[in-house]
């Protein structure tokens, strides 16, 4: 039986300042939560994050997040939670430290917030977290009965943190539509367990064209501190319009290439997810036979906000064909979403699309 199946967080809150509502809004859902952030992070809005809680009729726990989104981490996090009685567990900070807190809730059967400091991942609203290894070595997708029960965004703290953060959001979210629409082609399941309804594809429609129309606008806008129209459209698009569109109208060889990228030592795992997805997107595009005019615009886009655009932007300026021939075994590997745009890719044809996206953008 086919069937089309559409999910999305149960509430989304987005502006300058609401940080200081996160207490008020946790109380609703809970009354022991656990906060997850990492040190950097927590320096950053951890004042914030007390008044807030002042201000309600509850307290917090805090644990420091370790850094990398493993099993091992998601364990030990887990036994924290039990140790606190936890009813609530809260991601604060980037995309690994979220859907860390979305793995301890599954884990432990409690609410899940996602307050994200970044708008460099559509992680926030999903409900599935991308788990590593220790090493940070893509390892595979951890799906959950629901996506989080709430998601709050504040985009001051956004605007303060590093304008690559504010660019890896938008070539993430760029694949969106992209991936989109090569999955349909196949008819193939998008990560929400069915068939893509009109309401996900829309909505993945919509993230690329408040990319094109207002993403260089609020790129600038951030590098000088400035919370506008502009940046409030992409913060939305590249967390919430991305985050229901990937997850509700399919993904393909973009983030199966990104997740290939692990596969590699060396400078490379510098790159932010986003950043990584970015060239991604340019290599779906060459795989499907897009025509070198319909792939500019996507160039162009990712040179005005400092996304890569080449071999040496990736630090991969000397990889050998055979590195690049592993990234491809790794992005057409089983159960990889690669499957979902054209099952019979290989690794030599994701290494030559590799090599022509850097061919076209260096020429």
């Known amino acids: 039986m086919q069937r089309s199946v559409f999910i999305s967080p149960k509430k989304y809150i987005q502006g300058a300042g609401v940080l200081a509502q996160l207490g008020e809004e946790v109380e609703k859902i809970g009354r022991a939560p656990l906060i997850l952030s990492d040190e950097t992070v927590w320096g950053i809005t951890g004042d914030a994050v007390e008044e807030s809680f002042k201000a309600s009729n509850i307290s917090y726990s805090y644990e420091e997040f370790g850094g990398e989104a493993s099993v091992t981490e998601i364990d030990r996090l887990t036994e924290v939670g039990k140790e606190n009685n936890a009813d609530v567990v809260i991601g604060l900070g980037g995309g690994k430290t979220i859907d860390?807190?979305?793995?301890?809730?599954?884990?432990?059967?409690?609410?899940?917030?996602?307050?994200?400091?970044?708008?460099?991942?559509?992680?926030?609203?999903?409900?599935?977290?991308?788990?590593?290894?220790?090493?940070?070595?893509?390892?595979?997708y951890k799906f959950y009965n629901k996506n989080p029960d709430l998601v709050l965004i504040d985009s001051k703290v956004v605007v303060g943190a590093p304008i690559s953060l504010l660019a890896s959001g938008m070539g993430d979210a760029m694949a969106t539509l992209v991936e989109a629409k090569a999955s349909q082609k196949r008819n193939s399941d998008t990560m929400a367990g069915g068939k893509a309804t009109l309401t996900g594809t829309a909505i993945a429609e919509k993230a690329e064209e408040v990319l094109f129309t207002q993403g260089i606008a609020a790129y600038k806008a951030a590098k000088e501190g400035l919370v506008t129209p502009q940046l409030e459209a992409i913060i939305e698009t590249n967390t919430l319009l991305s985050g229901l569109g990937f997850e509700n109208s399919g993904l393909a060889a973009a983030h199966a290439i990104h997740n290939g990228f692990t596969a590699l030592e060396g400078d490379i795992h510098g790159l932010t997810h986003g950043q990584k997805v970015a060239y991604g997107v340019l290599t779906q595009l060459v795989l499907e036979g897009y025509s070198e005019m319909e792939i500019v615009p996507y160039v162009d886009f990712f040179r005005a906000i400092d996304l890569p655009t080449t071999l040496e932007d990736l630090h991969l300026e000397d990889a050998s064909y055979e590195d690049l021939v592993e990234i491809g075994k790794l992005a057409t590997a089983e159960g990889e979403t690669s499957h979902n745009m054209d099952p019979e890719l290989t690794p030599e044809q994701i290494a030559d699309a590799i090599l022509a996206v850097n061919a076209m953008t260096t020429a």
Do not use: H, Q
Not at 102 to 116: R, S, T, W
């Open 100 to 140: 860390t807190a979305k793995a301890v809730g599954d884990n432990l059967e409690i609410a899940v917030v996602a307050a994200p400091t970044t708008a460099s991942t559509d992680a926030p609203t999903s409900a599935l977290s991308v788990i590593y290894s220790d090493e940070g070595v893509f390892e595979g």
